[in-house]
């Protein structure tokens, strides 16, 4: 199904199908501030077990990120943050930033790392964070299984036709983006920048 939904007003009709989908395990395609993702709830293993299988990867070894509300969220996934890193998450979300962080016992286990780490994004994207709270829950996120982007695949109507039969609902938020969060590592002593996207390191740093 190819949902259209407002940028700015979600409809709340909409967002209780989308909702519904998810927590009956369902999977599906949807925009954030950077390239359209492709996630699940955090607590559907057999939802997990599809995006793995769409993607070709094994759960564990992928790098899924958790999409939440905002950062309230955080304490249930991930364990507590010294203040200078708290005082950067809060500088940098909701952006186009995710941010590796140590796992709490809230991860589901087919989603922990060898690192045991977790990475967490609050996307700057109405369309993603209303799903979320009204879910209650993180959704577990990764990018289109795609090798390279094209302009193409910024039009959730061709990302329909080539992966609507892969997925329950391609929710259409309008265009999306080409470029992809900044990569920041907060679980040594110092914050590390792994891979510069949108956002701008400097600006949080």
Not at 49 to 77: G, T, W
Not at 136 to 160: A, G, K, Q, R, W
Request: proline residues 8%.
């Amino acid at each position: 199904m190819l949902l259209q939904v407002h940028p700015d007003n979600p409809n709340p009709r909409n967002i209780k199908t989308i909702v519904e989908c998810l927590k009956d395990g369902g999977v599906i395609i949807y925009p954030t501030d950077t390239v359209y993702g492709l996630g699940c709830d955090i607590t559907q293993q057999k939802a997990i077990e599809r995006v793995a299988r769409i993607k070709q990867i094994d759960p564990k070894k992928a790098n899924f990120s958790f999409i939440c509300y905002d950062l309230s969220h955080l304490s249930d996934y991930a364990k507590s943050v010294d203040t200078p890193i708290f005082r950067m998450l809060k500088k940098a979300l909701p952006g186009p930033y995710t941010f590796i962080l140590p796992a709490s016992k809230m991860v589901p286990k087919l989603l922990k790392t060898k690192k045991d780490t977790v990475g967490i994004r609050v996307p700057d994207n109405n369309i993603c964070r209303t799903i979320v709270k009204e879910l209650d829950n993180p959704i577990m996120s990764t990018t289109l299984p795609i090798d390279y982007y094209v302009e193409e695949y910024t039009d959730p109507e061709v990302i329909y036709e080539k992966f609507g039969k892969l997925v329950d609902i391609v929710v259409d938020g309008g265009p999306g983006g080409m470029g992809f969060s900044t990569v920041v590592d907060c679980t040594g002593g110092e914050p590390e920048l792994v891979r510069e996207g949108i956002g701008s390191y400097e600006a949080i740093a």
